[in-house]
């Protein structure tokens, strides 16, 4: 019925597998599949773009979590914070502070003790530009 090369073409892509190549010979066609490590390759690249994503979907989450929670408890310090968010350390705080900081979602207003946290909506980063 001739439907077998598309039928091929078809599988490798849903198996995200590199594409048989062809060649056109006098009397046949030669059909030139992916080598085993080449697709052991990719396979590998994709899982690693995608635990990147999850750690960063992930981290995404935390920084949300403790801004949510410094919005309601402004005077909060580490400790308070690795305390009501699961899955945070202190030292896991400080670093996602300090990110937060760098992108201007979160800035200390006066000293650490007796101080406060304030979180920068993103509207007031817009009017600042």
Do not use: C
Request: proline share 5%; net charge neutral.
């Amino acid at each position: 019925m001739g439907t077998g090369i598309e039928r091929i073409r078809l599988e490798l892509k849903k198996a995200k597998v590199p594409q048989v190549q062809y060649e056109l010979m006098p009397s046949f066609v030669k059909a030139v599949f992916p080598r085993p490590e080449e697709v052991a390759e990719i396979a590998a690249q994709e899982t690693a773009q995608e635990k990147t994503q999850k750690r960063t979907q992930k981290r995404t989450q935390k920084q949300q979590a403790i801004l949510d929670f410094l919005k309601a408890h402004p005077e909060a310090g580490r400790k308070d914070i690795a305390d009501n968010i699961d899955g945070v350390t202190e030292n896991g705080v400080k670093s996602i502070i300090r990110a937060l900081q760098h992108k201007n979602l979160l800035r200390r207003i006066g000293p650490d003790r007796g101080g406060h946290w304030e979180v920068i909506e993103s509207d007031e980063i817009e009017n600042e530009s």
